[in-house]
């Protein structure tokens, strides 16, 4: 029986070896990787879904609700999202040894800032397969060597991933263990891996509550934590109402289970008994059950009562809080207070409200007139991401290439000496 600390300490050490070759791989090279790897997606699409589709058949005994079954199924139209994607990612700058800044010092050495890649990437994610592949890309782009460590509910899917990917490594000539995927689903794998400090430079878990708490507290390497996503929609008194009812049935109804969807909405009570009634029609027509505040149940057919611990939950389905607010202040207040800081949004034709809005709300992103759902890497023009940080340090918001990168200070001199 192979033991799990020997197992895990050769994960990190092949990841370690594979990250000091692909500092020397140029652009050309990792975009052959992405390019190959597109094309063995697509080629191998049946093949894929036929893996996916033993975890589909174990959904029920993982107790998976219908928004993360629709996460975990891959059909052709996603795995060919998927390969886009990779073209996309194909498509950005190259981020590794971009200049940040440079002066010459009044002693003639010339100090660059340059772009470095982070190292090892140690990354745990639930559910979502594409995840698997978004994540790899954007690591290797970024000169990373990566460490997958996924959710049992998509371990056959993301076996079927990860061997497309080692497949494209081989045949481009990159390191064999670049990317690498923990063929374990053993909890207490996780717990070794948040031990290897020495070998792993940073962790990202992009999961639940308890995955990410438990990532925080363990970790002996920093973490880029991805909590909750309370997001919210407010409608201002000088809001559009048709566009505020398109933008919150977006928000709420799109993908319910993704973390960019909203949660809560606020709307200015004067507005309230002309907007609510309109948004209540829209929403329940998507089969959205609303929790209510007292006054803006007024205004409603039907709605459950709202408590204070729903305007801290992550519903993660189509249930919405609804609360009624008298004035922007009170909105922003409510925000800074029960959001988790990750994207909330404002429906206003006012420009001032909304530069107040913009300035005083505290999260990764926040939006004037459109869907919370647009806090995404592939919509920012990331061409992925592989999380959305509602932490500050080092990164906030989706977490793309540069968000992957730290830097160096490359000093160039002609023989000066301090003096």
Not at 231 to 253: E, F, G, R, T
Not at 377 to 401: M, N, V
Request: net charge negative.
């Amino acid at each position: 029986m192979v033991n799990l600390i020997e197992h895990v300490q050769q994960y990190a050490n092949r990841a370690k070896a594979a990250s000091r070759e692909l500092v020397l791989v140029n652009g050309e090279q990792k975009n052959a990787w992405l390019r190959k790897s597109a094309e063995l997606i697509l080629s191998n699409s049946k093949a894929i879904q036929t893996e996916n589709q033993k975890d589909l058949d174990k959904a029920d005994d993982y107790g998976l609700n219908a928004a993360a079954i629709d996460r975990l199924k891959l059909t052709d139209d996603r795995l060919e999202g998927i390969a886009n994607a990779l073209e996309q990612i194909i498509m950005l700058p190259e981020p590794v040894g971009e200049v940040i800044e440079s002066s010459v010092r009044p002693n003639g050495l010339l100090v660059t800032k340059v772009q470095v890649p982070l190292g090892v990437v140690f990354f745990i994610y639930e559910s979502r397969p594409n995840v698997t592949v978004d994540a790899a890309a954007l690591c290797i782009k970024s000169g990373n060597a990566v460490i997958l460590r996924g959710g049992k509910e998509a371990f056959h899917s993301n076996q079927a991933l990860h061997s497309i990917l080692k497949q494209a490594l081989k045949e481009t000539g990159l390191p064999e263990y670049a990317v690498q995927l923990v063929d374990t689903t053993d909890r207490e794998a996780v717990g070794h891996f948040l031990k290897l400090n020495e070998q792993i430079d940073v962790t990202i878990p992009r999961g639940g509550k308890s995955l990410i708490e438990r990532v925080a507290s363990e970790a002996t390497m920093p973490v880029i934590k991805h909590f909750d996503g309370i997001c919210h929609v407010y409608v201002d008194q000088a809001a559009d109402l048709k566009m505020a009812a398109d933008i919150i049935v977006n928000s709420k109804c799109h993908r319910p289970g993704v973390c960019n969807a909203a949660e809560t909405l606020l709307v200015h009570s004067a507005v309230a008994e002309e907007f609510l009634p309109l948004a209540e029609q829209a929403l329940t027509g998507q089969g959205v059950t609303l929790k209510a505040c007292e006054r803006s149940s007024k205004y409603l057919k039907n709605s459950d009562p709202a408590t204070e611990e729903d305007y801290r939950t992550e519903y993660l389905d189509l249930i919405l809080s609804v609360k009624i607010v008298d004035s922007i202040e009170e909105a922003v207040n409510h925000i800074n207070e029960y959001s988790s800081q990750h994207t909330d949004t404002i429906v206003t034709g006012n420009l001032k409200a909304s530069e107040y809005f913009l300035n005083a709300v505290d999260s990764s992103a926040v939006i004037v007139n459109a869907s919370t759902r647009f806090n995404d890497g592939g919509e920012f023009g990331l061409g992925a991401e592989i999380g959305i940080s509602t932490d500050k340090f080092h990164a906030r918001g989706p977490c793309g290439l540069k968000e992957l990168t730290s830097y160096k200070y490359v000093v160039h001199g002609n023989g000066q000496i301090r003096s």
